[in-house]
């Protein structure tokens, strides 16, 4: 009976293929007459879109902030002091601000660099207040050889350091997983428990944790199921096709429409931002993963 049931069902389907069919292509024709990079986009408003500015390199701030705006987006992100006023010019914001630190493989793993990075970022905090913005990017460093647990406690102890400055600018350190198999040889901050062991230890809610899409993918897949049982220590999301880190289309592994859905079931109000390095041409590109990702 359940044979004579599925075969009945699996036949209706058929019959219904081809009304399916016309009614997705009709659909995706649509989807395309929208993704010229020219014209204003109206987004569902439950995903807040920023984009790193290093990936599109080629092309001049002031252009970019237009292209962004047009987009949909309100923030342009990685970018230091000297260009925060070309975003507030275009009123856009700077969700992951730069512009402290000593770079990504020496970071606050190594008891050595404390002092250097501890007065960076006491330099930056003033900075970030006086913009409005409320974050900054930070780095754990690259091993060298020392153990998970070492390089936990020192970050705890160095990011400890500036809790309370931090907390009085309300500003939040955001540190950020890396892959260490493709991209960032010997990186510490490679796994996604790692740096909630570091939050934990920390024990501040102006630290928490960039969950690069793109990076977890490769380290450790399972994309969803972390974001949900993690979801409380991250505070910044970027995305990236893999593999490669090119467009996040159909081209790649990833579905981002389902990791969104994610993220947004989550209670999450902060930013995701665009990380990926464009093949084609890059405002197109842009769009249509903004497009994507807003679900």
Same mark, same amino acid.
């Given at each position: !009976? ?7 069902? /699996? ?8 009304? /399916? ?5 009709? +659909? ?7 993704? +010229? ?16 500015? *290093? ?17 949909? /987006?309100? +923030?342009? &992100?990685?970018?230091?002091? %000297?260009? *925060? ?11 992951? #601000? ?11 793993? %190594?008891?050595?660099? @404390? ?31 020392? +153990? ?20 009085? @600018?309300?500003?939040? !350190? ?13 990186? !510490?901050?490679?796994?996604?428990? *790692? ?19 793109? @990076? ?19 505070? @910044? ?9 090119? &467009? ?29 390095? #464009?093949?084609? %041409? #890059? ?13």
């Amino acid at each position: !009976m359940i044979r004579r049931t599925a075969l009945r069902t /699996l036949t209706g389907t058929a019959l219904a293929l081809p009304a /399916l069919t016309e009614s997705l292509a009709a +659909s995706m024709n649509t989807s395309q007459t929208d993704l +010229s990079p020219s014209g204003a986009t109206a987004l569902k408003g439950r995903i807040n879109h920023s984009v790193c500015k *290093w990936c599109y390199g080629k092309i001049p701030l002031d252009e970019f902030c237009k292209s962004a705006k047009e987009i949909g /987006l309100t +923030s342009i &992100e990685l970018l230091g002091p %000297d260009e *925060w006023p070309t975003l507030k010019k275009y009123g856009l914001t700077c969700a992951l #601000p730069q512009g402290a630190g000593l770079g990504i493989e020496r970071g606050f793993n %190594d008891p050595k660099l @404390h002092d250097e990075l501890v007065a960076s970022y006491e330099a930056i905090f003033p900075k970030l207040k006086a913009a409005g913005y409320k974050t900054v990017i930070c780095f754990s460093g690259n091993r060298r050889g020392m +153990s998970d647990e070492e390089g936990a406690k020192n970050c705890a102890t160095g990011l400890k350091r500036l809790m309370p400055s931090a907390e009085k @600018h309300g500003i939040t !350190m955001i540190m950020e997983l890396l892959n260490s198999k493709v991209d960032h040889k010997d990186y !510490m901050c490679d796994h996604t428990a *790692w740096g909630v062991e570091v939050c934990k230890q920390v024990g501040s809610e102006n630290f928490k944790l960039l969950y690069d899409i793109y @990076h977890m993918q490769i380290m450790e897949g399972d994309i969803i199921r972390t974001i949900r049982k993690y979801s409380q220590y991250i505070g @910044h999301y970027h995305t990236g096709g893999n593999p490669g880190r090119n &467009e996040i289309d159909e081209s790649q592994e990833i579905y981002y429409p389902a990791v969104m859905k994610a993220i947004v079931e989550t209670g999450y109000k902060g930013f995701v931002a665009q990380e990926f390095i #464009p093949k084609r %041409d #890059p405002l197109t590109s842009l769009k249509e993963a903004v497009l994507l990702c807003d679900v």
